[in-house]
């Protein structure tokens, strides 16, 4: 089928997205040859991401950035991807791995139901990233589809994965920071289990936040480069988002 630019009345209603076109825009019969998903971590909201989509300025790329389905309980601030609210036994805060069932059964209809189903786009088309829970969620969806690329910042396979058999075809990107507790070495070989191909990239300094300079960046606009169609190269003007 031809392939169209994903507008909102596409998706279901019930979900809350945000569309980034890419810059500068593609001719008006020409859509963009790729999608990049979008997944902000546990407790954010799209608003932050959108944002970060925006400051990547990517060419011949048409950004969505989802929004979590589910509201934290308590008067928490924020949206969170898992099946339940889960805490970390060590620390009590909020654990990341709380089951992904239900957001990956939303996430397939994206993108079979409508990116590919209504719009026209491959599999190897659409790239996630994810930041966090929403990493963790990214790489999920790339066990369950063969996507062109998913980069987790902050998260591996998670645990409540399960075990997996045949390895999936699409590419990861691991980014952590130094000595990170959550992608350690035990993580990082938990995922290298699920993936053929798993890359990481680890900042020089401790914390598993987001990038902050274009040094941090660098490897994630390199693995983008080589999974994005018609890639032009890395913008100069990345923008630092904290």
């Known amino acids: 089928m031809p392939k169209k630019t994903p507008t909102q009345s596409d998706f279901p209603p019930n979900l809350t997205l945000t569309i980034t076109p890419p810059q500068p825009p593609p001719p008006p019969t020409r859509p963009a040859p790729n999608i990049l998903l979008l997944l902000h971590g546990l407790g954010d909201t799209s608003a932050s991401f959108t944002t970060f989509g925006r400051a990547l300025n990517l060419p011949e790329t048409t950004?969505?950035?989802?929004?979590?389905p589910t509201r934290l309980p308590l008067d928490l601030p924020g949206f969170h991807w898992g099946d339940d609210i889960a805490f970390d036994s060590q620390t009590g805060s909020l654990d990341m791995d709380a089951g992904f069932a239900r957001a990956t059964r939303m996430l397939v209809e994206v993108v079979r139901g409508v990116l590919v189903g209504k719009c026209g786009y491959a599999l190897q088309e659409i790239v996630v990233l994810g930041f966090g829970q929403g990493g963790m969620l990214g790489v999920v969806l790339g066990?369950?589809?063969a996507l062109g690329g998913v980069v987790s910042i902050g998260a591996p396979y998670p645990l409540s994965g399960g075990v997996v058999g045949v390895k999936s075809r699409t590419p990861v990107l691991l980014v952590a920071g130094r000595d990170s507790g959550v992608v350690g070495d035990g993580a990082v070989r938990r995922t290298e289990g699920v993936f053929e191909v798993v890359e990481v990239a680890r900042y020089a300094r401790r914390g598993d936040g987001m990038p902050r300079s274009r040094e941090e960046m660098l490897p994630v606009m390199g693995f983008l480069a080589r999974?994005?169609?018609?890639w032009r190269g890395v913008p100069e003007g990345f923008v630092e988002v904290s």
């Open 63 to 68: 950004i969505l950035t989802l929004q979590a």
């Open 227 to 230: 999974r994005l169609r018609s």
């Open 143 to 145: 066990r369950e589809l």
